[in-house]
């Protein structure tokens, strides 16, 4: 079973950036299709990047050229890098995990999420 377990948040001014790690306790990310999702108070989830099975990555438009995600398989490795932050990616960022062949649904696997605050 997937365990997934977010690193990294916290409180940082506009412009700063911040780097979040997920790591997978118990199986290596070769099996699953990776992603970072973030949900606001009073918000919808939403998808904030994640990976396809043939390595691309997708980027939600409010973050494309800011954020960038990577993995490190053989560290069970997620990341986001986060750059220029602004008050309105203030979030619980949360790592997902999904079989590559099967859409993000609420029954695909969620971390508890980092807090991450700009203002």
């Known amino acids: 079973h997937v365990q997934l377990v977010e690193s990294g948040g916290g409180s940082v001014r506009p412009g700063e950036s911040l780097k979040l790690t997920c790591k997978d306790l118990?199986?290596?990310?070769?099996?699953?299709?990776m992603g970072w999702f973030r949900q606001a108070p009073g918000k919808e989830r939403e998808r904030v990047a994640d990976?396809?099975?043939?390595?691309?990555?997708n980027y939600a438009a409010s973050v494309k050229g800011r954020f960038t995600i990577s993995q490190d398989v053989a560290k069970n490795g997620l990341y986001l890098q986060m750059n220029d932050l602004v008050p309105e990616d203030t979030a619980m960022y949360i790592c997902?995990?999904?079989?590559?062949?099967?859409?993000?649904?609420?029954?695909?696997?969620y971390g508890r999420g980092t807090q991450v605050t700009v203002s």
């Open positions: 118990r199986y290596s990310y070769t099996s699953y299709c």
């Open positions: 990976f396809e099975g043939d390595g691309t990555t």
């Open positions: 997902a995990a999904r079989r590559c062949w099967d859409p993000w649904t609420r029954e695909s696997h």
